[in-house]
């Protein structure tokens, strides 16, 4: 079966990159690295928790699964109990960071919006520019401690299934 891509629509109108056999858009968090906001451990992090996001919230796999140890995927009870680990480490998250945070952790990352559309969403009484740089500030804080909280040294620590 071949992979569904963006649309020719959709490729003339957001950049893409490709990352094991993944097309995704290039989004906010790729523009934070770029600009050195950000490094390798807040990257992972981001990506962690969008696979597990979306995982919890629609039982879809992105990118390669891991099966198990001989090559089986499992069943259908196996898959549900591992979604239901997501949500509840998606939960975890959400407790740890606060609801802010877990909302702008799905804008972010689970709705790929622009800081642009964040600021206006977010800050509607401040100018474009400002609420922009703000809700970036916001959200590579916000990846520094989601990427702490994943770390397997001290403090509170989200298990890995």
């Known amino acids: 079966m071949e992979a569904v891509g963006p649309t020719i629509e ?50 879809v796999v992105d990118g390669p699964s891991r099966g198990s140890v001989d090559g089986e995927r499992g069943d259908q009870h196996t898959w549900m109990l591992g979604r239901g680990k997501c949500s509840v480490r998606i939960g975890d998250v959400k407790e740890a960071l606060g609801l802010c945070g877990h909302v702008r952790l799905q804008m972010m990352l689970g709705q790929e919006m622009s800081f642009s559309s964040m600021g206006r969403i977010l800050y509607p009484g401040l100018s474009e520019a400002r609420a922009r740089m703000k809700v970036s500030a916001q959200c590579a804080f916000l990846l520094e401690q989601l990427a702490a909280l994943y770390r397997p040294r001290g403090g509170r620590k989200v298990k890995e299934a």
């Open 10 to 59: 959709r490729r003339r109108r957001d950049r893409f990159r490709t990352i094991a056999g993944v097309t995704r858009v290039v989004g906010t968090v790729q523009t934070l690295r770029d600009a050195g906001d950000v490094g390798d451990d807040e990257v992972a992090a981001a990506e962690r928790w969008y696979r597990e996001y979306v995982f919890a919230t629609t039982g």
